[in-house]
């Protein structure tokens, strides 16, 4: 806490204990008035209790006297005072004051700035003069330490909770809504005997074991005509609760304000939820307004744009007597709502995404506008109801949740992943910016490759399909080759590919408004020729972002600039990355990714639609101890509308080493296009 003490006279307060010194006079009122305020700038309570009058200290304690200042600036949540002075007397006007004067009124302005803002008080210091030692001592009370206290008074700040703002799409469907939600309960007087009937349907229908709604009846302040709650459901559930309480005996619900989130698992990683406010967070939190009843954004966007969201608290500062009644309403600042939130995202296309992916599947995808950078769909499967996390979750629902061997509540899309193959065009358009040839064929005659002179021992790169003819850049992309492009980084040199590597991004932040986990082609560096081989087709420990692999991707529809992701709506569009690589060398990668779906050899061809031409790219990441190991397989698309590029959609599903690796994901991603353009 700081105090600073603002003078109107012109003499200090070393000059005045200077002369007192010099003197064989007693202080004035002024300057006992000055040296108490002096000690009060330095918060030294136990100096200002000896100079209060011996008849109020007789009845008060030093420690009751600091603690009574401390408190209340602790309640206030003080952190400056000013107090300005009276004006000092000159030497005549002292001299001609009466002897017989034995008390002084001394008027001060006392400024605190506290949690509302700044609030000024105009007091009187009553100052009397000791019959026995003739000093000026003060006489204090309550009101000292704030005009309207009195003895047995106390603080109380109430804080008005602010309406938080809403989150909308691009298109203005709610996301995050300040909705309705019911509690489901039973009123005791109306099950009319039928108590096991109600019971068992309670059972049945939520979960509710007897001994549960029997602990909730028997509860000491509950009478026949009491509603006690036993449940919540979210506001779709309106008819369904009116149902019920015209058909279940005893069941009814009251209707309560929460947090909605109206799209439920569509939504769930993107939007986060709200929920009460850690302790660790709490600490840090308190004077911004939070307190132990406080919702915070817990993840998610709820969590990202809180500030923004949340408003300001009002706040309501009272004074209160020892029955707790109130007495003074000292200062108030009305709540200010929070901002409301519209994003790029377009929830129709993130629900078609949702919907493509099985209840077995566990993945990630990311869609993004890739000329202008706004981002249209974050989605990580499984997902989970984030409504549960602010009206509570149904018995065994959460367990079942965590326990899930495909982490339902784990964000995928900020995490990294090996890419496999669909790093390949990252690959090609770095040797292309080195020099390499496109239109050059490697006689490449095996299915297996490593350098003639051993050093690898037993480990080989390998293709998945030998076409039995020579292969150029175009070849090696249709056919995703693996020893064409670990031959070509080989030749190129580990120092060229990793700065490549990072003139597209690796090792940076991305730069978007949810935290994203940097894309990284090496833990400590690529330390040898096996590792830059494999780090040449996405193996190695490359670690790669969907959303950053999907910025990447914009190089090839940008004339070689990588757009920056925008979330918000009204974000200007602009390169994040400029001039990676050239137009042309662009270009000719373009090229090479629609033959990967336009041709019948492609990889990705079973994407080919005729009516809507489509690039791409695919990949398939193996997790194995060894080379000759079974191991799991991840299966990526990474695919955009060739033509007139409105969407880029990254898909990546886990484990599909038995559902036929990346042609497991490629028939997915191409009914996400056919839905959204036709």
Not at 149 to 159: F, T
Not at 248 to 264: I, K
Request: with cysteine; net charge negative.
């Amino acid at each position: 806490m700081k105090i600073n003490l603002l003078f109107r006279g012109c003499i200090s307060l070393i000059l005045v204990l200077f002369i007192a010194a010099c003197s064989n006079q007693n202080p004035t009122p002024e300057e006992v008035f000055e040296a108490y305020v002096g000690h009060w700038l330095d918060g030294e309570y136990e100096q200002m209790y000896e100079m209060i009058s011996e008849d109020v200290r007789s009845s008060l304690t030093q420690e009751d006297f600091s603690n009574a200042y401390q408190e209340v600036y602790d309640a206030l949540q003080l952190s400056d005072i000013h107090v300005e002075s009276p004006i000092l007397q000159d030497d005549v006007e002292k001299e001609q004051r009466d002897k017989d004067v034995t008390e002084v009124y001394l008027p001060f302005v006392q400024t605190l700035e506290i949690i509302t803002g700044s609030i000024d008080f105009e007091q009187n210091m009553f100052l009397v003069q000791n019959g026995e030692s003739n000093k000026w001592e003060i006489q204090w009370d309550h009101s000292l330490v704030l005009p309207v206290l009195s003895e047995g008074d106390s603080i109380q700040v109430r804080y008005q909770m602010p309406e938080r703002g809403e989150i909308f799409d691009r298109n203005g469907i709610g996301l995050a809504i300040n909705g309705q939600a019911y509690d489901i309960g039973l009123v005791p007087g109306r099950m009319e005997g039928v108590e096991e009937d109600t019971f068992a349907f309670l059972e049945d229908e939520f979960g509710l074991s007897e001994e549960f709604i029997e602990s909730k009846l028997s509860q000491s302040w509950v009478r026949d005509d009491t509603f006690v709650p036993l449940i919540s459901v979210g506001s779709d559930m309106e008819d369904y609760v009116k149902h019920l309480r015209e058909t279940v005996p005893g069941v009814s619900y009251l209707p309560f304000d929460t947090r909605e989130y109206p799209l439920r698992e569509v939504t769930a990683h993107l939007t986060g939820y709200i929920g009460a406010i850690p302790e660790d967070q709490l600490e840090e939190k308190i004077e911004e307004g939070y307190s132990d009843n406080s919702l915070i954004g817990r993840a998610g966007l709820e969590s990202v744009f809180e500030e923004q969201l949340r408003g300001e608290f009002g706040v309501e500062i009272a004074v209160v007597n020892e029955e707790d009644q109130e007495k003074d309403i000292i200062t108030r600042k009305d709540p200010v709502n929070g901002d409301d939130v519209h994003l790029t995202i377009d929830s129709n296309l993130q629900r078609n995404i949702v919907d493509s992916f099985s209840e077995e599947d566990a993945g990630v995808a990311v869609a993004i506008q890739p000329q202008t950078g706004e981002v249209l769909s974050l989605v990580s499967a499984p997902t989970y109801d984030p409504n549960s996390f602010v009206i509570g979750f149904r018995p065994g629902e959460y367990d079942d949740l965590e326990q899930n061997e495909n982490r339902p509540f784990t964000n995928r899309f900020t995490q990294s992943f090996a890419p496999g193959s669909s790093i390949k065009p990252i690959t090609a358009a770095i040797a292309l910016k080195e020099g390499l040839d496109p239109s050059h064929e490697r006689n490449i005659q095996s299915r297996q490759w490593q350098p003639e002179d051993s050093s690898w021992g037993e480990y080989f790169v390998r293709r998945v399909t030998d076409p039995g003819h020579p292969i150029d850049l175009n070849s090696a992309m249709k056919y995703s080759d693996n020893i064409y492009f670990a031959q070509i980084i080989m030749e190129l040199g580990s120092e060229s590919f990793t700065d490549g590597l990072e003139l597209f991004g690796f090792n940076e932040s991305i730069p978007f408004s949810y935290g994203m986990r940097s894309s990284t082609y090496a833990n400590e560096g690529i330390s040898s020729d096996l590792q830059l081989a494999d780090t040449a087709y996405g193996q190695g420990e490359m670690l790669v972002n969907p959303l950053h692999l999907s910025l990447m991707y914009t190089a090839f529809v940008n004339d070689g600039n990588i757009v920056k992701p925008t979330l918000l709506q009204g974000e200007e569009p602009t390169y994040w990355l400029e001039d990676v690589i050239s137009e042309e060398e662009a270009a000719l990668i373009h090229q090479t990714l629609q033959l990967v779906v336009e041709d019948s050899n492609g990889t990705g061809h079973a994407a080919y639609m005729n009516s809507l031409p489509i690039a791409g790219k695919t990949g398939t990441t193996e997790y194995k101890l060894t080379q000759n190991d079974d191991g799991a397989e991840s299966g990526w698309f990474v695919a955009y509308n060739s033509e007139n590029p409105e969407l880029l959609l990254t898909y990546m599903i886990e484990e599909v080493e038995d559902r036929g690796g990346s042609k497991y994901v490629v028939p997915k991603v191409k009914e996400i296009f056919d839905k959204t353009f036709h």
